[in-house]
């Protein structure tokens, strides 16, 4: 029998399609190995080539070059010149489109994945990652910012070279406000973070487990939306993700880099996606938001029950899921 | 400079990025033109097959043989037999997983597209979602059902034929809770339906019309979440699909087609999807709902700033697309 499981945070009901369901190994399909090479002449994001990015606004220098580049998107989403304006009438509301888009590209080194790359040059980019959040929100236009990354051509990317990004908004998602609305609610129902709830009770039944450390613990949701989506949580409360200290930023190296590996060698390195989802370094007091890191491979698609419902089919047992990757090797 | 605008149904802001834009005519991809055949031995929707299909709930008969088909789904979602439980603590919600998942194949002819159908076969087409879609409702187990296509790889299916789904729920999904929420505030603060106000403000301005009949209108979205994103709006309120009569019917299937064959030539057949949104038929006189079709083309990609924020970016200007697929051919 299939279930239905309500994911606390979305409030986004998920069919655990059992009669559909695959094995985990079922996911790793046949991806024809490409030999990407270590540079290439004519990515923009190859040292030599920095002339061809847009202004850069920050640079982690090496001793021969750089390590780490922030530079402006090309075809940037939202104006970073320009004043916020907002009309409204009873049938449109409109905001002019200024705000922050920025790429981050992670290392010089063209086919170097987060999987791959040494644990010191992650931490270096969860720092990178920090300074641009909190640089993006001193800009008193931004009311929401977001740090993510594309994967791979089926995760939303066309450029090989790896790189996040940071795409600052004029105005609150209602996605975000959602959530802040169910996590409120709960807190006023039990006096408890809702996330530090879930993680208490997530270690508790350790089923869904798979890296649990000092600082964060790796799991895939009750009801996860996909095979393999994962969430890092911190252990400690905050609502922003700038609020991290050095050893926070070390720990979640640790586990991003590791959960990407097993993802790499396990499901034989499908494109995904992750995203920081953080309150403002304004609101990190917040008693009831909980900043964390989501990682979605993509290993299914998504078609029109998705986008008629809102609702999710996974079509593997979050269980099952957390084993596979638990064991999977990931170095 | 880009533009925010909100759409008033989803109350999700989407960027409609200017700079990025692209013409309408710059999504009509070259696809590779493959000759699909009328008739494929292996498929299971095809006539001399269908002992390859689960159990027939509803069969349209021809002169010979059959027009249209709906069947079991043959790895269902969601699972027909078994009783309806809840169970529920503070971290877990849980419904056991019954519900509908039919397949309805709209065609014996394994190449025919709604676009290239005759307008007397769509009819019976819609006929058969309206009966489906009140045949799923009047068991009460079922909270909420949906009826939507995938055409197409990227619409995420892997079946040729040409074919629709029913999927209904037990529980109501919080995507249509939300906009049900939406239109409630509308309500109150202006006494008139949202959906009925946002048709004939659009009929005024008329800038993003593509079709306007005696009983339908066809248009994009002031907010479209992507290229030619389109809604097909019945004039009449009624919150229900299932409450439409004879002379509707008509002329929704002459939208439908119509819209579809624009799509079709205008960019060159690519993916798509389509959604019917409606309350149940026990709802269909309220007040504030007003059902309507979604159609969404797949000419881009979801990425992780989608998935982080529930904002979609849009490359093209609603205005233009509407005025292309106005332009477009038909037949």
């Known amino acids: 029998m299939p279930e239905l499981r309500l994911n606390l945070v979305t409030r986004e009901w998920v069919i655990i399609a059992t009669e559909r369901a695959k094995r985990p190994i079922d996911f790793k399909e046949y991806r024809?190995?490409?030999?990407?090479?270590?540079?290439?002449?004519?990515?923009?994001?190859?040292?030599?080539?920095?002339?061809?990015?847009?202004?850069?606004?920050?640079?982690?220098?090496?001793?021969?070059?750089?390590?780490?580049?922030?530079?402006?998107?090309?075809?940037?989403?939202?104006?970073?010149?320009?004043?916020?304006?907002?009309?409204?009438?009873?049938?449109?509301r409109f905001v002019t489109g200024v705000g922050i888009h920025e790429v981050i590209v992670e290392t010089p080194v063209h086919n170097?994945?987060?999987?791959?790359?040494?644990?010191?040059?992650?931490?270096?980019?969860?720092?990178?990652?920090?300074?641009r959040f909190i640089n993006a929100h001193n800009d008193p236009r931004i009311e929401h910012a977001i740090i993510f990354k594309n994967s791979g051509e089926g995760a939303g990317t066309s450029l090989e070279h790896p790189h996040s990004q940071l795409i600052a908004t004029p105005v609150v998602p209602i996605q975000f406000r959602d959530r802040v609305q169910a996590a409120m609610h709960f807190f006023d129902d039990t006096g408890e973070?809702?996330?530090?709830?879930?993680?208490?009770?997530?270690?508790?039944?350790?089923?869904?487990?798979?890296?649990?450390?000092?600082?964060?613990?790796?799991?895939?949701?009750?009801a996860a939306l996909s095979p393999f989506h994962t969430w890092i949580f911190p252990k400690r409360h905050s609502a922003s993700f700038t609020s991290i200290g050095e050893d926070e930023i070390k720990d979640l190296s640790f586990h991003l880099k590791t959960l990407l590996s097993k993802?790499?060698?396990?499901?034989?390195?499908?494109?995904?996606?992750?995203?920081?989802?953080s309150s403002r370094p304004q609101d990190s007091a917040n008693l009831y938001c909980h900043w964390y890191l989501s990682i979605v491979p993509r290993v299914t698609r998504t078609a029109g029950f998705e986008l008629g419902s809102g609702m999710f089919i996974n079509t593997s047992l979050p269980e099952k899921s957390a084993e596979f990757l638990r064991a999977a090797r990931s170095d």
Chains 1, 2 share one sequence.
Not at 195 to 211: A, D, H, W, Y
Request: aromatic residues 12%; glycine residues 4%; hydrophobic residues 30%.
């Open 32 to 92: 024809e190995t490409r030999t990407i090479p270590s540079f290439l002449n004519t990515c923009p994001f190859c040292p030599g080539n920095e002339y061809k990015t847009p202004q850069e606004h920050f640079r982690l220098s090496a001793e021969e070059g750089w390590k780490i580049r922030v530079v402006s998107n090309k075809y940037p989403a939202l104006n970073p010149q320009g004043e916020k304006h907002r009309s409204s009438d009873v049938f449109k």
């Open 263 to 277: 993802v790499y060698y396990g499901l034989d390195n499908p494109d995904y996606n992750f995203v920081v989802r």
């Open 112 to 131: 170097l994945s987060i999987a791959q790359m040494d644990l010191r040059d992650v931490q270096d980019l969860i720092r990178v990652y920090q300074s």
């Open 193 to 222: 973070c809702m996330f530090c709830s879930i993680l208490r009770k997530e270690r508790e039944e350790g089923t869904r487990i798979i890296i649990d450390t000092d600082n964060f613990v790796t799991f895939i949701p009750y």
